[in-house]
Each structure stands twice: as C-alpha cells, then as structure tokens.
C-alpha cells in the first residue's frame, strides 16, 4: 500500500501537552517537523485538560492528536482522552504520544488504543512517516482514500 497521501487533503494534526508539565521544547519540534512533512498542525499549548485536547480535536477535525507528556502522569492522560474520544463518537482520530513515558507501561497504551510512542531520541521523521502510514490506512478504511 501506498503511504503517501493519496488525496489533496493534508493531514491534520493537533500537538497538546496535558497537565501541569510546563516543557513545551519537545512538542514544539514535533509540531514544526511534522508541518515540514506537508501536515497541518494544530498546538493547544501548555497545561491542556484531557477535555480540552479532545474538544479542540472534534473542533479542528484532526486526523491524529499527539500527547508529549513528561510529568509521569502519561497513564492517566492517554487513558482520560481515550475515553473521552469514545463518549464524543470520534475513535477515528488517531492518538500517538511521546515524552517520559516507561517501557513497561507501553504494553498498556496499545491496550488503551494509542497508536505509537515517540520516547527522548526517537526520530521526527520517524514520528512522520509513522502518521503518514497510519492517517492513510485510515482514510483507506473510511474509503476517503
């Protein structure tokens, strides 16, 4: 399968940083690597509710969101914009992350339904291509492909 974009549409991304962590150097990479890359890219910001992050998904109609989270809180925050992705009927949307995150606790983010976790030294390219694959085999599944 091709994983380049097949259609016009650029794929949209929305970059958050939830809770009270208050480094933003890392999503703001992402967010400029993945714009290089050809994608739209939305930044909420600094200290995002889980609320917050999933309203503003539903609201830009973001293929994928990306959680950077350093604080140790990565469980609860992919857990509560997991479930609120659900209560919003908006499981299409794509959720990665990237940060502090432990390898132990890997396992249960892909439980969770988080696609991919972009851990210190991981490639921005890497984090692209990763998007590019997984936004195109689900427009191919939406049949907007």
Known sequence: MDTEQTTDRRIRVLIAKPGMDGHDRGAKVVARALRDAGMEVVYTGLRQTAEMIVNAAVQEDVDAIGLS??????????????????EKDATDIIVFGGGIIPDQDLPMLEELGVGRVFTPGASTEDAATYLKTAVAQRWQAQGEA
């Open 69 to 86: 989270v350093l604080s140790g809180a990565h469980m609860h925050y992919f857990r509560e914009v997991m479930a609120l992705l659900r």
